[in-house]
């Protein structure tokens, strides 16, 4: 509401000299139908809560999951989502473009439900992730190594896709979303092959949406890591029998670290050192990769697109429609190169934050968890699904209070 107020106050209404204008009370920023998603996204949410960290049960979760495909995903056909509306803020932020109220609260709540219990909406609201989560029929364990490198990617999908919207070029997620079809019942070539590829890659792999290009999925991350109540396997003593770490196909659950090795100590010191030294290093070479790619992404800018084929003499629906209008290429050309210092810029930056991420993962590697005797879980890659808790040995004398230690 604030990006929202501030866009009028940049942007004044007209002055009618016979007609006043009604004024703006806080229901207009809000309209019934996204109340109505808001209200429900966060019912869901504290549902969510419940099952996944009082009840701590799997076959609950799978029905919160299976309600809210049907309620996000088939009735209101998956649109606005919270996945897709950091491209709304992104371009609300940057162009100071006018986002409702109810908008960014679908955007916030999810995140500062993760804040407070980790990765919730993946687990329970979001239709994208519940359509994935019930097509699982088979889960191959990718290797941890392919798995660090490939679970980078959302990161890099937010920082173009941001990018993108915020120079007005196209809001990328909306062409990408791979599941949307499957709600709207809207299938045209080429995205249904996007969708197809999915469905059967998720069919074998778990949840690879989520975990390899969600860009939503990539912030809730960053504020999972934070949760003050984060997802944890039992409350009892661990007797690390690896049962919940092989039950779990998204790789979130971390070893305990063997606590006598004095070469991993070292090793770790040395690399840690090692890698600050290389920080600079790594954001100047972010920055300039950023930079180079840049031209590439803006040919997605419809401004720079048309000048490149009124340049190049090529006849398409878009040049015929320019010459009826009558605009003058010049003021075309200076629209086009604004656009493009803007993705020069956003690129740059991005490459830098990019590459800021990947030294932060690699510390965050080396790092020696003295503390840790026991297997627990990474929340920022935990998608809440609770299959840990249905493979720990301890969780059944938890949650049904028979346990050896307190007979
Ligand atoms: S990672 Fe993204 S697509 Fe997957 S459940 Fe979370 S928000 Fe939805
Ligand atoms: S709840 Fe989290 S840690 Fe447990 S199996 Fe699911 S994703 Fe893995």
């Not at 940049?10 to 019934?32: C, K, Q, W």
């Not at 940057?94 to 409702?100: A, F, L």
Request: aromatic content about 10%; hydrophobic content about 45%.
């Amino acid at each position: 509401m604030i990006i929202s107020i501030a866009s009028s106050v940049r942007f004044p209404a007209p002055e009618f000299e016979n007609h006043t204008l009604p004024v703006m009370g806080l229901e207009s920023y809000i309209s019934d139908a996204t109340l109505w998603r808001v209200l429900l996204l966060s019912i869901f949410l504290m549902i969510s809560g419940i099952c996944f960290h009082r009840c701590r049960s799997r076959k609950a979760m799978l029905l919160v999951c299976l309600a809210g495909l049907l309620v996000f995903g088939f009735l209101f056909k998956a649109c606005p989502c919270p996945v897709g509306l950091f491209q709304n803020v992104a371009d609300s932020v940057v162009n100071g473009q006018s986002i409702s109220a109810g908008y960014l609260l679908l955007f916030t709540i999810p995140l500062a439900s993760a804040l407070i219990w980790g990765r919730l909406f993946c687990s329970g609201v979001c239709p994208l992730g519940a359509v994935q989560e019930l097509i699982s029929l088979t889960t191959i364990q990718i290797p941890n190594a392919i798995d660090r490198i490939l679970r980078m990617l959302p990161i890099q999908v937010l920082l173009v896709s941001c990018v993108l919207a915020a120079s007005g070029a196209l809001y990328p997620l909306c062409y990408l979303d791979p599941y949307l079809p499957l709600f709207t019942w809207s299938f045209t070539f080429p995205f249904a092959l996007l969708t197809i590829f999915f469905l059967i890659v998720g069919s074998f792999i778990s949840r690879p949406f989520c975990r390899f290009v969600c860009p939503y999925g990539a912030l809730l991350r960053f504020f999972a890591i934070f949760a003050a109540k984060p997802p944890s396997i039992t409350n009892s003593d661990c007797i690390n029998c690896k049962l919940c770490e092989q039950g779990c196909p998204n790789n979130a659950i971390f070893p305990p670290e063997d606590q006598t090795s004095t070469v991993l100590h070292t090793t770790g010191r040395r690399r840690l050192s090692l890698l600050v030294a290389c920080l600079p290093l790594a954001l100047f070479t972010g920055g300039v990769i950023g930079h180079f790619s840049a031209p590439l992404f803006a040919q997605l800018h419809p401004d720079v697109s048309l000048v490149g084929d009124l340049q190049a003499d090529r006849q398409t629906s878009a040049t015929r429609s320019f010459a009826l209008t009558g605009e003058s290429l010049a003021r075309l050309q200076a629209h086009a190169i604004r656009a493009q210092n803007k993705i020069s810029i956003g690129m740059s930056l991005g490459g830098m934050l990019f590459a800021a991420c990947i030294m932060a993962e690699l510390i965050a590697n080396s790092r020696r968890r003295e503390h840790d005797k026991k297997y627990s879980i990474d929340s920022g890659l935990c998608l809440c699904c609770g299959r840990c808790y249905q493979a720990c040995p301890l969780e059944k004398i938890h949650v049904h209070g028979t346990s050896e230690h307190e007979k």
